[in-house]
């Protein structure tokens, strides 16, 4: 919570920040833990002491929290589903298999709907990303300040579990189902791929107009649209994601500020939590299924 030497626009900032580690160059001007300022002497990978050096860090820079959490709770989704897989049968099952059965179920029919080409791939990466997405999404729900504050007695000043929250992170599994969509594009199409770029929405019939007139338009129209399908994916779940975090954030600033704010934050927290179930559920099923929609469109051979 704010309070104490932290101001309240620390408090926010430090919550916003990564655990990032990177190198930083030659003569980089920085202050150690005793807050003295120390000249690198060469290039160095260290950690970052707050969001200035990581922003200076670069491109290269890892943020370790957001790779951690991300991967940590995909290996409990695949952990959880193969249990259940291995132990499945056909007897009354356990309330785990039912829920599990129920997703699957769910997965399968929205893949029905929405996909009409022939692919075994399509329906279990729809359940990966949904229940990989909601996993992340729901770390939302957990208080702001306990997990950062448990790390910080282990000497780690940063954490985000909120995986999601980050546009590295959102992006990433963007341009992942961006590259199945060109693959698919060229595999199923082949040439005709580069047609349906080149010679549509306009064409004359006339390559003379078509080469000179109607191509550049038709690529530039087309390619903005194509290009546009992975950054709406990821910075629509960026955008939602971070808005409730930051939301949490500010609800908790109000702890600071006395006995009856508090209370009404904690109120507030606690509405802000329960819609914010509908909000990360959404976010998954949406970043599923326009998946499943890109890809079926990869599929469509006209």
Not at 76 to 81: A, G
Request: proline share 3%.
């Amino acid at each position: 919570m704010a309070g104490g030497t932290q101001t309240t626009t620390e408090y926010i900032q430090h919550h916003l920040t990564n655990l990032v580690y990177g190198k930083l160059p030659a003569g980089y001007h920085r202050h150690d833990s005793d807050g003295h300022e120390v000249i690198l002497q060469q290039d160095t990978w260290t950690w970052a002491h707050g969001a200035q050096e990581a922003a200076d860090m670069g491109f290269m820079a890892v943020h370790v929290d957001s790779l951690g959490w991300s991967i940590g709770l995909g290996i409990i989704f695949c952990l959880l589903f193969r249990k259940v897989a291995a132990k499945a049968s056909t007897g009354v099952p356990s309330g785990l298999q039912s829920f599990v059965e129920m997703i699957v179920e769910f997965i399968d029919g929205a893949v029905k709907d929405a996909f009409h080409g022939k692919n075994k791939m399509v329906a279990p990466l729809a359940l990966t990303i949904f229940v990989w997405i909601f996993l992340m999404n729901l770390m939302d729900l957990i208080p702001v300040d306990l997990v950062p504050w448990l790390f910080s007695l282990a000497g780690v000043h940063y954490q985000k579990i909120v995986p999601s929250t980050d546009v590295n992170v959102t992006m990433g599994m963007a341009l992942a189902v961006f590259g199945l969509m060109i693959y698919y594009s060229f595999k199923i199409k082949g040439a005709g791929f580069i047609k349906e770029l080149s010679m549509h929405p306009f064409h004359s019939g006339k390559w003379y107009l078509d080469f000179t007139i109607f191509l550049p338009v038709n690529l530039f129209m087309e390619v903005v649209g194509l290009l546009a399908k992975p950054f709406s994916l990821g910075l629509r779940l960026f955008g939602n994601m971070y808005a409730g975090e930051m939301i949490f954030i500010l609800i908790a600033t109000m702890y600071s500020a006395g006995l009856v704010l508090g209370i009404f934050g904690g109120l507030l927290q606690m509405g802000w939590a329960i819609f914010h179930i509908l909000v990360i559920t959404l976010q998954a099923f949406i970043f599923m299924v326009l998946t499943v929609v890109y890809l079926s469109q990869a599929h469509e051979d006209h």
